[in-house]
C-alpha cells in the first residue's frame, strides 16, 4: 500500500517571548492510503497542532514531512493553499458552512478555488450531496438543517475535491450521541471505498470506530491495538 | 475566478445593504460635488466666453490718446493699416456727441459714430432695416444716418424712418437704415446713437482724427503677429512716443479669461476631492469591521484552498465595487444638481466624457487605495487562528 503521508522527527514549538514551548517532540508517522486512523488525546496533547501540521495549516519547527510525496517544508502559503485545496478535505467539530449559502453552495466552495467552471462544480457537488444522502436539501440554509445534516454537508464539502486525506476534527463533538454513530458509520462507508481518514478526537469510544488508533500525550505519540 | 469574486463581493455588499449605502454616502457625495463644480463652472465658462466671441474674436482694437503733435490717426495711417497681411478689413470709429432734430422733436446729447462700410460687412446682423453704409458714401462724403432703435421710438414712432430727413449737427441728413436693438452687456449699446460715414463725420463734426479703430483678422491664431505689424506702422506715425495708443486684442482676452476660469475649475474640483479623500476612509474602515466580522470566514476559506491573493482580490474588488458604485450614484445626483443650478443661473449646461472619466475613475482609485491595506490584512489572516475565533 502507498504511503500518503509520512512525518519524519517532528517538532513544533512555540515561542511566547523568549520561552518556547515544544509541543510536538520527534513525531515520526506514516499512514497508507486507505487506511482509517485516529488520533486519541486529551486537550492539552497536541493534537490540534498534529491536525494543523498535517492539514499544511501550519509547518513544523524541524522534521520532514511528505504528503502525497511533496515536501511541505519547502512551500510557501500559495504553494500550500494549494495543497490544502487538492489533498485535504476538513471536517470541523463545528461544521464551519457559510451561514448565507446553501448546502449546494457551500459543497461547491472548495471547487471554486480549484478552478472549476460553475457547471462541473454544481454537477461535482451533486453527486456528493447525493453520496451523504442530502441532495434533496440542497437548495436548504445551514440553519434550516439539524446538526447531523449540517456535519454531512461539511462532509460533501471536504469530499469534493477528492482529496488524498479526509482530516476530520471531532467530527462528532457537536452532534448527540446518535447523529454521532451516523456519521461515523458514514466515515466507514467512505474509508469502505479506499478513502483514507484520518480522525482527530479525545473520545476514546468515538476512536474506536478506526482500524488504527494512535495515542498522543505531552506531545509524544504511542501506537495502541485496538 | 474574477467573475466568481466580483460575485461574491456582491452578495457581501447587498447582504449589508444599510452598512454599503452608508459608505457609498461618503464617495456619492465627493464624486456628486465634483461634477457639479465641474461642470457648473464649465458652462458658465463657456456661456461668457461665447457671448465674448460675439463680440469679435477676430478683432483687435487700436485706442489712440495721439501725442500733442498729432492727435489721432488719418487716412494715409488707416491705408497703411489696411495693407498689412492678415487683415481682412480697418473700421475706424470717430465719435463726438450732438443734438438731433426731426419734425420739432429734439434730442439732446446724442452719440454720433462715424463708420466706413467694413463696420457693416463684418457683422451683417448690426442692421435691421434699410442698406449699409457703402463706399461711394464715404467718398463723395454724404449726408445718410443710420439710427438706433431708441432714437426710431423717439423720433419716428409709427413711422417708416427710411427716407425721412433727420437733422444732426445743424446739417440735414437722410435716413437709410436703422441698427438693431441689442440687449445685454455687449459694449456699448447702440440703440441710442446714430451712425454716419466717417468721411462725412470729419468733416461735419469737427473732429479732425480718428480715435479708435477696429482691426478684423483673417486668421486669428496670427493675432500677435498682426499686433507686431500694426505697431511697426504706428510707432514711426507717433514718432516713438511711449502712450502714444492703446492695441486691446480680443481673443487674449478671451483665452486669459479661459485660463482663469480653468484654475478656478481645478480649485473647486480640488477642494471637492478631499471630501473624496474622507470617502475613501470610510471604505477602508468598513472593509476593517467586515475583515474582523468575517474572520472566521477567511480563515475556512483559507483552509478550503483560497491562495492569500485570492483573499486579497476580493476584498480590492470589494471595495472598488462599493467605491464605482458611489461614483456612478454620485455621476448621476452631480449631473443632476449642474442640470438644476445651470437652469437657474441661465448658463449652458454640458457633461464632457472627460469629466465623467475622471470621476468613475478616481473613486475607483479611491476604491483601490483605502481597499488595499484592509485587503492585504485579510490575506495574511492566519487560518488557524482564524478559525480557533469561532
Do not use: W
Not at chain 1, 476538513?90 to 472549476?116: K, W
Not at chain 2, 461618503?26 to 457639479?36: F, L
Amino acid at each position: 500500500m502507498a504511503e500518503v503521508l509520512k512525518m519524519q522527527n517532528i517538532s513544533k514549538s512555540y515561542y511566547m517571548g523568549e520561552e518556547a514551548l515544544e509541543v510536538l517532540h520527534n513525531v515520526n508517522l506514516t499512514v497508507n492510503s486507505g487506511e482509517f486512523l485516529s488520533l486519541l488525546g486529551p486537550s492539552g496533547s497536541g493534537k490540534s497542532t498534529m491536525m494543523n501540521i498535517i492539514g499544511c495549516l501550519d509547518v513544523p519547527t524541524s522534521g520532514k514531512y511528505l504528503l502525497s510525496g511533496n515536501d511541505i517544508d519547502d512551500l510557501d502559503e500559495t504553494e500550500l493553499a494549494f495543497i490544502r485545496n487538492k489533498e485535504i478535505g476538513f471536517v470541523f467539530q463545528s461544521f464551519q458552512l457559510l451561514p448565507r449559502l446553501s448546502a449546494l453552495q457551500n459543497v461547491e466552495l472548495p471547487l471554486i478555488y480549484a478552478g472549476l467552471s460553475s457547471s462541473e462544480r454544481k454537477q461535482r457537488a451533486m453527486i456528493m450531496l447525493d453520496r451523504v444522502g442530502l441532495v434533496d436539501k440542497m437548495k436548504n440554509l445551514p440553519n434550516q438543517l439539524s446538526g447531523g445534516q449540517q456535519q454531512r454537508v461539511a462532509i460533501a464539502r471536504a469530499l469534493v475535491t477528492e482529496p488524498t486525506i479526509l482530516l476530520a476534527d471531532e467530527p462528532t463533538g457537536a452532534l448527540d450521541q446518535k447523529t454521532g454513530t451516523q456519521v461515523m458509520e458514514l466515515f466507514e462507508e467512505l474509508n469502505h471505498d479506499d478513502k483514507t481518514i484520518i480522525m482527530i478526537t479525545h473520545d476514546i469510544g468515538i476512536a474506536r470506530h478506526a482500524q488504527r488508533v494512535v495515542k498522543i500525550l505531552d506531545g509524544y505519540l504511542t501506537e495502541q491495538e485496538v | 475566478m474574477l467573475l466568481e469574486s466580483i460575485k461574491m463581493s456582491y452578495e457581501n455588499i447587498v447582504k449589508n445593504k444599510l452598512r454599503s449605502f452608508l459608505t457609498m454616502l461618503g464617495i456619492v457625495i465627493g464624486v456628486a460635488s465634483i461634477i457639479a463644480l465641474i461642470t457648473i463652472v464649465q458652462g458658465a465658462t463657456n456661456s461668457i466666453s461665447n457671448q465674448v466671441t460675439e463680440l469679435g474674436a477676430n478683432k483687435i482694437t487700436v485706442n489712440v490718446m495721439g501725442t500733442p503733435l498729432k492727435q489721432g490717426l488719418n487716412d494715409e495711417n488707416l491705408s497703411n493699416i489696411s495693407k498689412l497681411d492678415n487683415i481682412s478689413g480697418v473700421s475706424p470709429t470717430i465719435s463726438g456727441k450732438t443734438g438731433i432734430i426731426y419734425n420739432g422733436k429734439v434730442i439732446e446729447n446724442v452719440t454720433v459714430q462715424g463708420k466706413n462700410e467694413v463696420y457693416f460687412k463684418m457683422d451683417s446682423s448690426l442692421l435691421k432695416t434699410g442698406r449699409p453704409i457703402n463706399i461711394l458714401d464715404l467718398e463723395s462724403k454724404n449726408q445718410v444716418t443710420i439710427i438706433g432703435s431708441d432714437i426710431v421710438n423717439e423720433l419716428y414712432y409709427g413711422l417708416n424712418p427710411i427716407g425721412k430727413e433727420l437733422i444732426v449737427n445743424g446739417t440735414t441728413y437722410t435716413v437709410i437704415g436703422t441698427l438693431k436693438a441689442s440687449s445685454g452687456f455687449s459694449m456699448g449699446s447702440n440703440n441710442d446713437s446714430v451712425v454716419i460715414p466717417y468721411t462725412t463725420a470729419l468733416r461735419s463734426l469737427g473732429v479732425k482724427n480718428i480715435s479708435s479703430l477696429d482691426v478684423f483678422l483673417d486668421d486669428t491664431t496670427l493675432a500677435d503677429d498682426t499686433v507686431t505689424e500694426i505697431k511697426g506702422v504706428l510707432n514711426p506715425a507717433f514718432n516713438y512716443k511711449d502712450n502714444a495708443y492703446t492695441i486691446f486684442n480680443m481673443g487674449d482676452m478671451i483665452e486669459s479669461f479661459e485660463s482663469m476660469m480653468s484654475m478656478m475649475s481645478l480649485l473647486l474640483a480640488g477642494i471637492a476631492a478631499i471630501s473624496l479623500v474622507v470617502g475613501g476612509i470610510g471604505i477602508m474602515n468598513m472593509m476593517l469591521v467586515s475583515i474582523t466580522e468575517r474572520t472566521t470566514e477567511i480563515g475556512l476559506r483559507k483552509a478550503l484552498g483560497a491562495t492569500p491573493n485570492r483573499i486579497q482580490l476580493q476584498f480590492v474588488i470589494e471595495s472598488i465595487f462599493l467605491s464605482i458604485v458611489g461614483g456612478v450614484i454620485g455621476l448621476v445626483l452631480g449631473g443632476l444638481i449642474a442640470y438644476t443650478a445651470s437652469t437657474l443661473i441661465g448658463t449652458e449646461f454640458s457633461i464632457s466624457i472627460s469629466t465623467i472619466s475622471l470621476a468613475v475613475g478616481f473613486s475607483g482609485l479611491v476604491g483601490i487605495v483605502f481597499g488595499y491595506m484592509p485587503a492585504r490584512k485579510a490575506s495574511q489572516l492566519n487560518p488557524i487562528d482564524a478559525l480557533r475565533s469561532l
